[in-house]
């Protein structure tokens, strides 16, 4: 056998390269790996708005992007209801199991106390998870900071729900950034958009939502 220098290095390479793509694997393990991509209808984009406007006043869908907005003063998604405003999709309806929502965000800087995506359902109370902008910040509610710095650019959103472990997880940009309990098993679904948190919320709200996938 010939053991030349050249070949050891390339073997050295070799399980360098190796290592540190396990190495990478590990860090940056893509959320959505062992999941399957489920196939969207139009049933999976049902459009609320404030009652009394036109949809086109507060949504449009352009090359790919979905574009929400809402005032303040709104109305809500239903004369019967006391909620605050919204123009949200809803999306992929689900009661067991482990589903994630994967979606890319833009939120223009001046839009806060705004709920981008939601879980809605739950055993107790009505939702699962919130997830709001106030001043360039993701958070749960309005407690706990999952992400800063997010006004301006497009982020990627991955929400995974394991009903079954009754746990909710948040990753931004492939990191996960939060993990919580959930609030029990209800008729869940997915949501996105904007929707007005009860306080601290500005004039004007606006999110914008590409490449949704469950
Ligand atoms: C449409 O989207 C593509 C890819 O996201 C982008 O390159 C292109 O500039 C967009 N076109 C318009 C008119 O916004
Ligand atoms: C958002 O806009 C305000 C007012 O124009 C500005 O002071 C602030 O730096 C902006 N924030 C970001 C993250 O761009
Ligand atoms: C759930 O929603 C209903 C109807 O909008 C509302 O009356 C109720 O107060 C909400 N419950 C909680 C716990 O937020
Ligand atoms: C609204 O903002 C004020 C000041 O930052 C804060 O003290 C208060 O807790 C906030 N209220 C809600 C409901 O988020």
């Not at 109370?125 to 902008?133: E, K, P, Q, S, Y």
């Amino acid at each position: 056998m010939n053991f030349s220098g050249g070949n050891v290095f390339i073997i050295i390479a070799f399980i360098t390269v190796f290592k540190l793509n396990n190495l990478l694997l590990l860090c940056f393990a893509d959320p959505t790996s062992g999941f399957t991509n489920v196939p969207l209808t139009e049933a999976n984009f049902r459009r609320e708005r404030p009652y009394n406007v036109p949809l086109e006043d507060r949504y449009s869908y352009v090359n790919g992007t979905h574009r929400f907005w809402v005032y303040a003063d709104d109305k809500p998604y239903d004369p019967g209801s006391l909620t605050q405003p919204r123009t949200e999709i809803h999306g992929y309806d689900y009661s067991s199991g482990v589903w994630q929502f994967e979606g890319f965000a833009f939120v223009p800087n001046g839009t806060s106390g705004a709920t981008i995506v939601q879980i809605h359902g739950a055993a107790h109370g009505n939702t699962t998870i919130l997830l709001r902008i106030y001043e360039g910040q993701m958070r749960y509610y309005s407690s706990e900071v999952v992400d800063t710095g997010l006004y301006d650019k497009w982020f990627r959103v991955n929400l995974i729900h394991d009903v079954d472990g009754g746990k909710v997880t948040v990753f931004i940009d492939g990191v996960q950034k939060f993990q919580t309990h959930d609030q029990g098993p209800g008729d869940l679904f997915f949501k996105f958009g904007v929707y007005a948190a009860p306080a601290n919320i500005s004039y004007y709200m606006e999110s914008r939502w590409r490449d949704i996938k469950i």
